[in-house]
């Protein structure tokens, strides 16, 4: 039997998931067993959690609907729990370094209590120190104590995931979570109701990463009033136990101070108030303690209104008033005066409901998602009118039929302030106003292998060229849906840019072509670029690297295709920061395709692609030809720039670390071998989960013709599906 039982509920927060396992399994005392509970098999959080048990059989890992919410997944932890002591850790939390240790030595004092409270760290998501809140009373005894001993210490206002419970006394007094929002309330209320024997550590037991969008009990709705359900538990509860009247009186004080600051804030509930505080007020009135004393001041006054039912005179005291908000003053606005003046004027307009505005890459043309949506959207959505917007000077870019504004005119400012919908793989300018009904779609324009958004923060020389988190996280805000090509890009999205977005695991419209595109459509784009009759076409395109200025190519791209073999030619694509000159033709036998306005089109031409650190790996994976990394600098580019997980350790292919070594993989074959077939196998099955060539049908039916996600196209298998045949397997 282990010592100690964590029970890890994950719904939510697969994002985290993994650094939450890894903060317990790397505890010094290992006499545990961890229980992820996630919602589903094969749903990304037990993904995670069957990868760490995979690898440790201290890991236990359940499921729990979602619908069971956070108490029905804690109680399924519970079921398969056999440790002595309890703990609860939420799945985006951190259990502090040698917090197991210290409750063990905490236990060998006190011995065995029912409870042992602790405290925690709330640490702020972004900046600022981390705080310890003042939640168990400094009179608490040093050793074991009843509970009746310090009143004050109700267990309420403690948070499950602050305590370590003794598993047989839960078993005892058939002590579960309460259904419904407020879990915690009626656990802790519960829990101490019941408990014998307690005692206080005084050391922190676990980091509290506070979410960006703020606790979810915080949050609007009708779950406002399940707060209600668990004071009436508990107090009930501690009628029937006969609870000292100390206790009664602490319990109603801090229950009825949550019911308290929920009716003070009508935003947290749009609608019910009024129901909400009248079984308030009844609930008072039947729960108030023999001889209760409310307390002075303003407190007092709202105890007093809440045991008359004045719904009226409370708000009136709370000085709740509607406000207007005032969006399109507390945002940056367009710098030219006039312009200002009619965008702040088109604002003040009705939204137009036909209306869909894309734009790629800050502008720089007619490619990546947007253009693929906004093909599929002409197709399947003719009535809704298009516009692309586009830097001057990239208008060419444009297939003809495309209306598009230029970035910075008078009309790009009109059809960003009446447009419903907004398209983006990049972000829309600073001041462009999220309206109330417009739907902000952020399509990404790759799978991160490197570390983005607020990840980015602890990498000096990647944050200082950022600029403002701040600002970046402003512009998260505008975004309704994000779009996913793989379960790793949606959890790390969830870390990266934190906001109340959906994601829609869609895959990516500009991968559809790979599962579309015939042989005619290779020979095609391999004539129009070049690509000699017969020739192994490699395509070679590195990343940015943050640390240099400037491109380079990493690698003598001539000398490259001398030692591979004579019917190598090179197809080099610069990272897009590099497109903007003219596309360079032939030079010997290396074919500049940086400036192609089509990253799909080029990946067709290829028979093979050779990469460093860059995400178009990816999305060439759906094509399933061979791919070579080329990691001469991967610590460097590890360790300056930061990545989500250790590409030469799960690569797509085979891995080259000196100029050398890549000719020799080209020039004996090996590149194209078994080993780097199965490993390539392993990569797509991880990387082109949802890339089925269908993504553009389902962003368009769901977001632009509103269909529900059940009648969208189903995803189909990665066995059946057909990538685009490469040129030597089409020839004739």
Request: proline share 8%.
């Amino acid at each position: 039997m282990p010592r100690f039982s964590i029970i890890v509920p994950s719904h939510g927060a697969a994002g985290r998931l993994s650094q939450a396992l890894d903060s317990v399994l790397g505890q010094s005392c290992d006499d545990l067993q961890l229980i992820p509970v996630t919602d589903a098999p094969g749903c990304p959080a037990d993904d995670v959690a069957a990868g760490h048990a995979g690898r440790d059989s201290r890991v236990t890992p359940v499921h729990s609907p979602p619908a069971a919410g956070l108490s029905g997944a804690r109680n399924a932890g519970l079921r398969a729990a056999t440790g002595t002591y309890v703990l609860f850790l939420d799945g985006d939390d951190l259990l502090a370094p040698g917090a197991l240790t210290a409750l063990e030595t905490r236990l060998a004092r006190t011995g065995d209590v029912d409870v042992l409270y602790a405290e925690h760290e709330r640490v702020p998501w972004w900046e600022g120190e981390p705080t310890r809140p003042p939640l168990l009373p400094d009179a608490a005894p040093d050793g074991a104590f009843a509970p009746e001993r310090v009143p004050s210490l109700t267990g309420v206002p403690v948070p499950a995931w602050s305590a370590a419970y003794r598993r047989d006394f839960l078993t005892e007094h058939h002590l579960t979570f309460p259904d419904g929002h407020f879990t915690d309330t009626g656990w802790g209320g519960l829990v101490t109701l019941h408990a014998g024997r307690i005692a206080v550590l005084r050391s922190v037991l676990v980091r509290h990463r506070l979410r960006r969008q703020g606790s979810r009990l915080n949050a609007p709705g009708p779950h406002q009033h399940d707060l209600l359900d668990q004071v009436d538990l508990v107090l009930t509860r501690a009628a029937e136990r006969q609870a000292t009247p100390e206790q009664s009186y602490a319990l109603f004080t801090q229950l009825f101070a949550l019911v308290l600051r929920s009716a003070a804030r009508p935003g947290r509930q749009p609608s019910g108030r009024r129901a909400f505080f009248r079984r308030a007020a009844r609930l008072y009135r039947r729960h108030r303690p023999a001889g209760y004393r409310t307390p002075g001041g303003s407190l007092g006054v709202q105890h007093r209104l809440l045991a008359r039912g004045a719904h009226g005179a409370f708000r009136a005291l709370r000085g709740v008033n509607r406000t207007a908000v005032r969006t399109a003053g507390a945002v940056p606005r367009p710098h030219m005066l006039r312009t200002r003046l009619r965008y702040a004027r088109d604002l003040r307009r009705p939204l137009d409901p036909d209306l869909a505005v894309y734009c790629a890459y800050w502008g720089r043309g007619y490619t990546c998602n947007p253009a693929a949506i906004h093909a599929k959207a002409r197709e399947l959505a003719p009535h809704i009118r298009s516009v692309f917007l586009v830097e001057p000077g990239r208008e060419h870019t444009l297939p003809d039929g495309v209306e598009y504004a230029l970035i910075g005119s008078r009309r790009y400012w009109e059809v960003l302030a009446r447009a419903t919908y907004l398209v983006n793989n990049a972000n829309f300018a600073e001041g462009v106003v999220k309206r109330p009904g417009s739907v902000h779609l952020q399509t990404q324009h790759g799978t991160p292998l490197k570390k983005m958004g607020v990840d980015q923060s602890t990498y000096p020389v990647v944050a200082a060229q950022t600029g403002s988190f701040t600002r970046l996280l402003s512009r998260v805000d505008r975004w309704d849906y994000n779009l996913s090509s793989n379960s790793h890009s949606t959890q790390m999205w969830e870390r990266a840019f934190p906001g109340s977005w959906e994601a829609l695991e869609y895959g990516y419209p500009r991968n559809d072509v790979y599962c579309t595109a015939t042989a005619a459509d290779v020979a095609r784009v391999r004539r129009g670029l070049g690509v000699p009759e017969g020739a192994t076409a490699v395509l070679y395109a590195p990343t940015h690297r943050d640390h240099r200025t400037g491109f380079e190519t990493g690698l003598d791209l001539e000398a490259f295709c001398r030692a591979a073999g004579d019917d190598v030619v090179v197809l080099l694509r610069a990272h897009y920061f590099y497109d903007r000159g003219p596309l360079e033709r032939a030079t010997g036998r290396i074919i500049d395709v940086t400036a192609h306005p089509s990253a799909e089109d080029v990946c067709l031409a290829a028979d093979a692609l050779v990469t460093d650190y860059s995400s178009i790996m990816f999305d060439y994976a759906c094509l399933d030809r061979p791919i070579v990394v080329y990691a001469d600098d991967w610590e460097v580019y590890r360790d300056t720039r930061g990545v989500y997980f250790d590409l030469l350790a799960a690569p797509p292919g085979a891995v080259a670390r000196t100029p050398d070594e890549l000719a020799a993989v080209f020039r004996d074959g090996s590149y194209a071998g078994a080993e780097p077939a199965r490993l390539r196998a392993a990569f797509r099955a991880r990387f082109c989960e949802f890339d089925d060539g269908r993504a553009a049908e389902r962003v368009v039916r769901r977001v632009l013709l509103g269909e529900p996600p059940e009648a969208l196209p189903p995803l189909v298998p990665l066995a059946e599906r057909v990538p685009a045949p490469a040129a030597a397997t089409s020839a004739p």
